[in-house]
T-cell receptor, first 115, second 110 residues
Framework: GQQLNQSPQSMFIQEGEDVSMNCTSSSIFNTWLWYKQEPGEGPVLLIALYKAGELTSNGRLTAQFGITRKDSFLNISASIPSDVGIYFCAGRSVSGGTSYGKLTFGQGTILTVHP | SQTIHQWPATLVQPVGSPLSLECTVE??????LYWYRQAAGRGLQLLFYSIGIDQISSEVPQNLSASRPQDRQFILSSKKLLLSDSGFYLCAWNRGTEAFFGQGTRLTVV
């Protein structure tokens, strides 16, 4: 089946530093999504990407849909303590059929920000 | 606007007892519905998805089952819980490309 490799698995950074994480896939996706999950909560959608090469920002967050359609990255600039959480990438494949609407998730990046 | 409700938020159940977790979506029709399990605060494992009433697909063999008796209602069940069923269960929905999650249920089987 489809696999997403998300890295790094965890990051420990100082407040004010920039953060970068990425996901790579064994197959082509036509949608990439980035989510943030805080402890005890469900993941919340941060950014959605629909086109190869697309670069989208949401405040201090920037994400890009790789031109090969097999990867995506998320950058967080000038991190703050409330950025703490688990960040997930998710992709939806080109093919439909029984996979319609199904998202494949990465394993998550645990972000810790030290004040 | 669309909302998703999932309950209960936390649950402690003895081994061998039954389980019923409920999820409902408001503000949309004919959504795709999903049940995920998250162990140890990490990856999301897709358990079941549904594209319509009484249409359920299981992703992994397990001690759980799912049902969709109404368009916007998705239920996760078990007849007899195992210790290994403990985890954080998330319901999600989508109609297009973006999926939206409920608040999750923390299940502890003791």
């Amino acid at each position: 089946g489809q696999q997403l490799n998300q890295s790094p698995q965890s990051m420990f950074i100082q407040e004010g530093e920039d953060v970068s994480m990425n996901c790579t896939s064994s197959s082509i996706f036509n949608t990439w999504l980035w989510y943030k999950q805080e402890p005890g909560e469900g993941p919340v959608l941060l950014i959605a990407l629909y086109k190869a090469g697309e670069l989208t920002s949401n405040g201090r967050l920037t994400a890009q849909f790789g031109i090969t359609r097999k990867d995506s990255f998320l950058n967080i600039s000038a991190s703050i303590p409330s950025d703490v959480g688990i960040y997930f990438c998710a992709g939806r494949s080109v093919s439909g059929g029984t996979s319609y609407g199904k998202l494949t998730f990465g394993q998550g990046t645990i972000l810790t920000v030290h004040p | 606007s669309q909302t998703i409700h999932q309950w209960p938020a936390t649950l402690v159940q003895p081994v061998g007892s039954p389980l019923s977790l409920e999820c409902t979506v408001e503000g949309t029709s004919n959504p795709n519905l999903y049940w995920y399990r998250q162990a140890a605060g990490r990856g999301l494992q897709l358990l079941f998805y549904s594209i319509g009433i009484d249409q359920i697909s299981s992703e992994v063999p397990q001690n759980l089952s799912a049902s969709r008796p109404q368009d916007r209602q998705f239920i996760l069940s078990s007849k007899k819980l195992l210790l290994s069923d403990s985890g954080f269960y998330l319901c999600a929905w989508n109609r297009g490309t973006e999926a939206f999650f409920g608040q999750g249920t923390r299940l502890t089987v003791v």
